[in-house]
């Protein structure tokens, strides 16, 4: 093993970091992806590698290089990244922006014990280097099972991959699961830790590339008017919902025992909450930003009575979209009595000054109702109304919505007079819609972590400290649920495809006097 590595600096000259409305490019660089054969790499890695590339701003020489335990030459896998790129990319295709980045598409068949196999991608980056100018700055994309993230960092390391000399960088990226629990990130974290300093482990989850989610940001601390009434004196409460309406689809093998609370709440949704819930930083540089998140995640709180405070289901069959789905347990590759919740929802609290009393509610499904994400503040009601009570009948409480997808925007709900001779209020909608106010589309959320990557921008990257908290968020529940299954005292429990969700997750709001909102 080699000594403590120590991240080293790359300017990239085509960058001012002073002035953001300048394109950010990346400099000379190329990428090394780990499971190319994989959903996430077709889907969404390979097609924002050329929607970077359509957009001018990946280098004029990037590489990329796939890595997996195929019989391919360097055509067949252009072949594979042309047809991802076809079916999935966003922006349209052009010729000649596919030709010049496919001239750096080369293929390194092994699998992730082979000596040679690394050998050849050592040489291989080194040929790209002279012959496309990639100046020694690779990143290594680990789109593979975590359990194998250990074995391919050794390796990087014994093979003089993951060094890096003067003027040149080398980073790693992860994608979650970051773990499955506290131990196993810190295990996870350790064996990354022994190879890559911190500064070059970028830790993707891919919430935080979206556009609405940075836009909690922007719309919390460029604006005067909503940070005097973001606190317990005002708020009632915030729901945080991320609903699908797709099942599981082919993903047995990932889902079964990994479930909703660790495929999601435990990633997405506690950093939507620590996004929403943070003080100001000081600015916006990683480490700023990471430090306030952390605040956030080490003051949260559970409910004593988590039987109370938390609910678990299992879609049954159902309909979707008008057709007729089956449910969980007929999913091919699902043992019949697998008790992987589908569906949690989960109630926090914030110990701290700002949001103390304040229950925030988690809830993540899938086959609900419909896809949607959103973060909902849900206000006090106004402390005295002067109106006879028949007025306020239809009066609900101001809710703030930031709707993260689809149509990406942001409603407020207030109370209006109704027209008429009467005094009689009733709730109303006040709506900002990306579409509506800004002509540019948004970039997918890998386009602008690769970038990120590349450029060795971090602020959107979870660090090591954010993993730990959040599963020690999320640990007690998951023993807690894990004991019901045990003592056989409770399991998930079943709710129809297409619906809301289970009903004890209705029951859990209700007692708080509350219930979910319909998004
Ligand atoms: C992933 C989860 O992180 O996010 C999937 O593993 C989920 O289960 C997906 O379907 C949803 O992402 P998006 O961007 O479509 O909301």
């Not at 709900?413 to 009467?422: E, H, I, L, Q």
């Not at 509506?436 to 970039?443: L, V, Y």
């Not at 429990?493 to 859990?508: I, L």
């Amino acid at each position: 093993m080699t000594g403590t590595p120590t991240e080293a600096t790359h300017a990239n000259p085509l960058r001012d970091p002073e002035d953001r409305r300048l394109p950010r490019i990346a400099g000379p660089s190329g990428m090394v992806l780990f499971g190319v054969t994989g959903d996430l790499a077709r889907k969404k890695v390979m097609p924002a590698i050329y929607d970077l590339a359509n957009r001018g701003l990946l280098p004029p020489g990037f590489s990329l290089v796939g890595f997996a335990r195929r019989d391919w030459a360097d055509q067949d896998f252009a072949q594979i990244v042309h047809d991802s790129v076809k079916e999935h990319a966003r922006t349209e295709f052009r010729e000649e922006v596919w030709r010049q980045l496919a001239e750096g598409f080369r293929f390194v068949p092994g699998d992730f014990s082979d000596d040679l196999a690394f050998d050849n991608l050592r040489r291989t980056i080194e040929e790209l280097d002279q012959a496309r100018g990639t100046g020694g700055n690779h990143a290594f994309y680990l789109s593979i099972p975590p359990k194998f993230f250990g074995d391919v960092v050794q390796q990087l390391q014994e093979h003089g991959l993951s060094r890096q000399t003067d003027g040149s960088w080398r980073r790693v990226v992860v994608e979650k699961p970051f773990g499955h629990d506290l131990a196993s990130a810190r295990e996870l974290n350790d064996s990354l830790a022994q190879v890559f300093p911190t500064g070059s482990v970028f830790r993707i989850d891919h919430y935080l590339g979206k556009e609405t989610v940075q836009n909690i940001l922007a719309m919390r601390f460029a604006n005067a008017m909503f940070e005097p009434i973001w606190n317990s004196n005002y708020v009632d409460h915030v729901q945080i919902t991320m609903a699908e309406d797709i099942g599981i689809g082919g993903r047995a093998g990932y889902y079964d025992g990994i479930g909703a609370a660790r495929d999601v709440i435990q990633n997405h949704l506690l950093q939507l909450m620590a996004l929403v819930a943070m003080e100001e930083p000081s600015d916006f540089r990683a480490e700023s930003l990471r430090r306030e998140k952390e605040k956030v995640l080490a003051a949260v709180s559970l409910p004593r009575r988590l039987d109370l405070s938390t609910a678990r289901g299992q879609y049954d069959d159902g309909w979707s979209g008008g057709v007729r789905v089956q449910g969980f347990h007929d999913e091919e590759g699902i043992p019949k009595a697998s008790t992987t919740e589908t569906y949690a929802a989960i109630k926090l609290g914030i110990d701290n000054r700002r949001w103390a009393g304040v229950p925030f509610y988690l809830r993540h499904g899938k086959r609900l109702g419909r896809r949607v994400t959103e973060v909902a503040v849900v206000f006090k009601r106004a402390p005295h109304l002067p109106f006879h009570a028949s007025a306020t009948e239809e009066l609900t409480q101001n809710t703030l919505v930031v709707r993260v997808q689809p149509d990406e925007g942001l409603t407020i709900r207030f109370g209006s007079k109704v027209p008429g001779t009467s005094m009689e209020i009733r709730d109303v909608t006040m709506d900002f819609a990306y579409g509506g106010s800004f002509t540019e589309s948004s970039p997918e959320a890998y386009e602008r972590l690769i970038l990120d990557v590349l450029l060795g921008d971090p602020p959107l990257f979870p660090r090591h400290e954010e993993v730990e908290l959040s599963w020690k968020i999320l640990d007690p529940i998951l023993e807690h649920w894990a004991r019901q299954d045990r003592n056989g005292k409770a399991k998930p429990e079943p709710y129809p495809a297409g619906t809301w969700g289970p009903a004890s997750a209705d029951k859990m709001l209700a007692r708080d006097g509350r219930t979910w909102r319909r998004p």
